[in-house]
């Protein structure tokens, strides 16, 4: 009996390995297979990958480098994001040393800056689906939150009028599904490439593992601008499509979306164009304020308009050294307002032109004091039908985390109240949101309902 057990454990131990032998043979088969169909991933290659990233060098110069290092930001997290296909249908290049200084010095002034830490983590990230800001970006810090800002401007362009020719109420904004902003943001973007592009050729921005070239003497490696892959687009319905596809490259945290839209927005726009667009008064789109940079109104008005006009008065004025300046050449679909406290000593140049001022649908980027925020209506007669204007609504955006629904102002343009403020020396002074209104609408009463007065 004894033996028995033994010469059938022996058969069972021989089945068993003829088992495994089966299966080992077969996991070879199949790494065969997946070798060939490129889906195995080489760990000495990802190990020298990664190596090479932990050994770059971020930033040695420039406005918030040192910050970067202190806080620990590195492109490393960019790589828990989806890379795009580079063997997809549409044409890609990566981009050359030459393109990249070019790129620096028309942002920068000059090839060696690199942006900050409030630059890099910035991305477009909406409020909650469904909510009462279900509309809006959640707007950052720092120099980015203005072009967030510009970007939200046609967002709301695309939920409230381009999306139906019906156009949209504002009750609508506030019910915008997870899907229906995905749509907005990339149509928002792409539209913005597009007009940027003269709607011809759409440049798309994208990093990948792969650094094209080194640091050299005379261009500081980020970890960003060296892994670029430019993805050309010659039809908007591509530009959207891919931007859809491919939008957590904007829209994920540590994806640098607002500096990779910027970088599309130039190669888009072409360095040659760039260089028309701008004037003696303005030879870069950057300015460093405060350890960081913001953007001047050049960079502002090529997202609003297409063209980097780096003033707001309509067509060319001439400056104090005779020299041709640049202002808006044509009626914008989106609209730009400004006001400083000391708005009255500013000179003409400052003085926001009606291309701007009357844009074509009732939206407008507003610098107030510096701080950008959003004035818009639902009305799309607003600004074509003179009898809309006597008493009107609109919706007020600031960005500002503590805001939790748009404020709802209505203007009366008939009313006297503005001169008698105006007369009365003891009376409270009006606020700046009020202030940049009556940029537009002269002598306007504001009434702000049943919203605490803020701004």
């Known amino acids: ?55 770059a060098d971020y930033g040695k110069t420039g406005a918030g480098s040192q910050q970067d290092k202190e806080q620990g930001w590195s492109s490393r997290v960019l790589y828990s994001l989806p890379e795009p296909s580079v063997n997809s249908k549409w044409g890609s290049f990566p981009v050359s040393l030459a393109m990249a200084m070019d790129i620096r010095k028309i942002l920068f ?11 890099k983590k910035s991305y477009f990230k909406f409020h909650e689906p469904s909510s009462d800001l279900s509309y809006a970006l959640e707007i950052g810090k720092g120099g980015s939150r203005a072009i967030q800002m510009a970007v939200q401007v046609n967002i709301l362009k695309y939920l409230l009028f381009t999306r139906s020719e019906k156009g949209s109420e504002f009750c609508s904004l506030c019910r915008t599904s997870h899907r229906e902003q995905k749509e907005a943001l990339s149509a928002a973007l792409a539209d913005t490439l597009w007009t940027a592009g003269e709607k011809q050729k759409v440049i798309v921005c994208v990093i990948t593992s792969e650094t094209n070239f080194p640091s050299t003497r005379d261009f500081e490696a980020d970890g960003l601008t060296e892994q670029l892959q430019l993805f050309e687009f010659l039809e908007k319905e591509d530009v959207k499509k891919f931007i859809y596809d491919n939008l957590q490259w904007f829209k994920g945290e540590g994806s640098h979306g607002v500096i990779l839209f910027l970088y599309s927005l130039l190669f888009s726009r072409t360095l040659e164009r760039l260089q028309k667009d701008l004037d003696i008064s303005t030879t870069h789109l950057l300015q460093p304020s405060g350890g960081n940079f913001i953007c001047r109104q050049a960079l502002l008005n090529l997202i609003l308009t297409g063209r980097a006009s780096p003033h707001v008065f309509n067509g060319y004025q001439q400056g104090n050294s005779q020299d041709l300046l640049h202002g808006v050449l044509a009626r914008s679909e989106v609209g730009y307002l400004q006001w400083k406290k000391d708005s009255s000593e500013h000179q003409k140049l400052s003085q926001v032109g009606s ?42 955006y600031t960005g500002h985390p503590s805001q939790k629904k748009a404020a709802y102002l209505t203007i009366d343009t008939h009313s006297h109240h503005w001169e008698e403020v105006q007369q009365n020396e003891n009376c409270v002074p009006e606020r700046p949101v009020e202030m940049v209104i009556r940029t537009k609408w002269k002598g306007a009463s504001v009434n702000w309902n049943e919203t605490l007065p803020f701004f």
């Not at 032998?21 to 199949?30: A, F, G, P």
């Not at 002034?109 to 630059?119: L, Q, S």
């Open 109 to 119: 002034g000059n090839t060696m800056h690199v942006f900050n830490h409030d630059w």
């Open 355 to 396: 291309m701007l001022k009357t844009p074509k649908f009732p939206i407008w980027l507003c610098s107030i004091n510096g701080t950008y925020s959003i004035l818009f209506s639902d009305n799309k007669l607003l600004l074509s039908d003179w009898k809309m204007e006597h008493l009107f609504g609109l919706y007020f």
């Open 1 to 55: 009996m004894e033996k028995e057990i033994s010469h059938e454990d022996h058969s069972f131990q021989e089945m068993e390995l003829d088992e495994i032998t089966r299966k080992i043979s077969d996991l070879d088969k199949w790494r065969k297979i997946f070798s060939y169909r490129r889906l195995e991933i080489n760990s000495a290659t990802h190990q020298e990958t990664q190596e090479k990233h932990r050994s």
